[in-house]
Every structure is written in structure tokens, then in C-alpha cells.
């Protein structure tokens, strides 16, 4: 049963991922990425590591797909000019791909993630704690990587908002010190008029 559960979650983490970068709606391709959360999450759960489980599912499907959702469904994406120089463009994303994969290899290879290294994990305990394990790694064997991945995160944030407060010519930014040099004169003219009766 655990590796029918098992299956199943693969092959829903695989499609839900592939129809991601391969369906034109972004409304759809951010659904897909929810469901591939999810999928993601009940792995971790079959792999006992139920805080990264329930992270996953908070984090990303409760809080940042819910503001991607309306992010993308608010703003007013024009489809055909996104992919005006796609096939311009497609060798080089072909070769960032082909990169991509190549390194991902090297790094998730029979060497580190063999399966004979981890054919039959043995269960852990009633009282072990993976949120406790978790930490300990964290906070001691892998400080530097960590420490390196806020960093990288803070340099994203800074960026994030160095774009969206970069001038645009529809605002139009007040200057105090020109209003404060205005005088009547400039701005108001007084015209006088005669009077008119109504006959």
C-alpha cells in the first residue's frame, strides 16, 4: 500500500509539474504548481518528515501560490507578446536547460543519493523528533549554506523593491521646493467683470 501511495504521488508530482511549463493559461500553470505542492508534501510524509510536510503546505500552498494566484490573475498578461521571441530565443533556453540538467546529475547521482544507500530506511522510534533533527542540521552542519541562502534572499527582496520604486513617467512625484517659491501672482489672476441684470 505505501508504494502505491508512493506511485501515485510521483506520478501526480511529475504531470502537475510538466503541465506547469507546458500550458498557455499562467491561471492554469499556477493551479498545477498547487497540486505539485501537494504532491511534494505527501512525499515528505511517506519519507516521516512531517514538518517539512506540513511547511510546504503552509507556506507555499497556503500563503505564496494564494498571492501568485492573484497576482496573475489580476495583472493583465498579454500572452501573445510574451512569446513574440520565443523560438529567437529557444536555443539559448535550450542550452540553460540542457545545463540544468547536467548539474542536477552531478549533484543527485548514485554517488549522494544511491539507491542501494537507501533501499530500506530503518523506522525511527516512537518519540524521535525530525523538527528537533532538522534544526540540529540546520543550525550546525549546514550554518554556512543556510546563512548563504538568507543572504541570497535578502539581495532578492532588495531587488524586488528597487524594481517597483523605479520612476515611471504616469507618477508624478510632487517637489516641495518649487510649491514653496510660488507665489499669487503664478497662480491666481484676478479678472473683473461688470455686472449683468436680468431683464
Request: aromatic residues 12%.
Amino acid at each position: 500500500m505505501e508504494q502505491f501511495i508512493f506511485w501515485a504521488f510521483a506520478a501526480m508530482l511529475v504531470f502537475s509539474a510538466c503541465m506547469v511549463i507546458t500550458v498557455r493559461n499562467p491561471v492554469h500553470a499556477v493551479l498545477f504548481l498547487v497540486v505539485a505542492f501537494v504532491a511534494s508534501s505527501g512525499l515528505w510524509l511517506l519519507l516521516e518528515a512531517e514538518f517539512l510536510a506540513i511547511a510546504l503546505v503552509l507556506v507555499y500552498v497556503g500563503a505564496v501560490m494564494v498571492l501568485f494566484l492573484f497576482v496573475v490573475m489580476m495583472l493583465d498578461i498579454n500572452i501573445a507578446r510574451l512569446r513574440e521571441g520565443f523560438i529567437r530565443y529557444l536555443p539559448v533556453g535550450a542550452a540553460f536547460a540542457v545545463a540544468t540538467v547536467v548539474a542536477m546529475g552531478l549533484v543527485v547521482g548514485s554517488k549522494n543519493f544511491g539507491l542501494e544507500r537507501y533501499a530500506a530506511p530503518a523506522r525511527k522510534a516512537a518519540g524521535y523528533d525530525n523538527t528537533a533533527e532538522l534544526g540540529t542540521l540546520l543550525y550546525t552542519r549546514f550554518l554556512y549554506p543556510f546563512e548563504i541562502a538568507g543572504l541570497v534572499l535578502l539581495v532578492a527582496i532588495i531587488a524586488a523593491i528597487a524594481l517597483a520604486m523605479r520612476d515611471t513617467r504616469q507618477v508624478k512625484n510632487p517637489k516641495p521646493e518649487r510649491q514653496v517659491e510660488v507665489r499669487r501672482e503664478e497662480r491666481v489672476r484676478i479678472v473683473k467683470m461688470p455686472a449683468e441684470r436680468r431683464t
